[in-house]
């Protein structure tokens, strides 16, 4: 009977051992299952209001214009013929500088891999009126520029309503050239049936460049400036008459634009 109490007694402290241990094991479990449970709420609420604040400026497609202000020089060198109302003489060369603003449209679509940085890539066409003056002659002119370009978008303050950055990039496309002028000197060769061939279109390829904001997710104000590489060779052949030999050289070079632009996304 003694030995049985004794037995009885060690039972119920053990058991009141594996009681104790078994709460606070389970106690701790609690703990840590509702600290996870807090980290989840809050990691998902984090990620809710990064949405919405975070990611302000989202990928999709855009529609814009642009005016702007350029410069321009047209330059003529050698001999034979009759050019703005004077022959071209050999050895000579003539540069006349002028100006002119631009209107624009252009359409795309940017991707943002996360607020700060993305790219867009976008087709757009410029027109230009330059209007060039020599010894009381003018020039009319209408340049018009198009073509593909692709921009890297960084922006360094990216907030719910508004995100302010740069843009820089590139363009790759073409320009083509209209005046009276040029009609003239294709019947000039005509005339004198040299043979020549007169290039209205060339090959345009330019930097881009400037500052960015973009207002309530779908208004972009934009200040930027285009700097063309390439001149358009209109004319460059050789004469050769009377054992003469010269060379006939005729370009226009858009040397930069600057321009204010608005954009509006989908």
């Not at 993305?118 to 230009?128: M, P």
């Not at 320009?175 to 009276?180: C, I, Q, Y």
């Amino acid at each position: 009977m003694k030995n049985l109490k004794s037995t009885l007694f060690w039972f119920l402290k053990y058991s009141e051992f594996v009681f104790l241990f078994t709460y606070k094991i389970l106690a701790q479990f609690n703990l840590i299952k509702n600290l996870t449970s807090k980290i989840c709420a809050f990691s998902v609420a984090f990620l809710a209001s990064c949405g919405s604040v975070c990611l302000a400026e989202s990928s999709g497609a855009f529609i814009g214009a642009n005016y702007g202000y350029g410069e321009f020089r047209q330059v003529t060198s050698g001999g034979g013929l009759s050019f703005m109302g004077a022959t071209i003489n050999a050895s000579e060369r003539t540069t006349i500088k002028t100006d002119s603003f631009s209107v624009g449209f252009l359409m795309g679509y940017k991707h943002f891999f996360n607020p700060y940085f993305g790219f867009r890539i976008f087709g757009g066409i410029d027109v230009y009126v330059p209007e060039f003056l020599s010894d009381g002659q003018k020039e009319d002119a209408t340049l018009i520029t198009y073509g593909a370009n692709l921009d890297l978008l960084v922006n360094f303050i990216a907030k719910e309503k508004v995100d302010f950055g740069i843009f820089v990039g590139g363009g790759v496309g073409g320009n083509t050239w209209l005046s009276k002028e040029i009609e003239n000197i294709k019947q000039d060769i005509k005339a004198n049936n040299m043979g020549f061939k007169v290039r209205q279109s060339g090959l345009d390829v330019a930097l881009n460049a400037g500052l960015r904001v973009h207002i309530a997710r779908r208004h972009g104000i934009e200040l930027g400036a285009r700097l063309p590489f390439m001149p358009m060779v209109l004319l460059n052949e050789n004469i050769t008459q009377a054992g003469l030999n010269t060379s006939i050289k005729i370009e226009y070079r858009h040397d930069y634009n600057v321009f204010g632009r608005y954009t509006f996304m989908f």
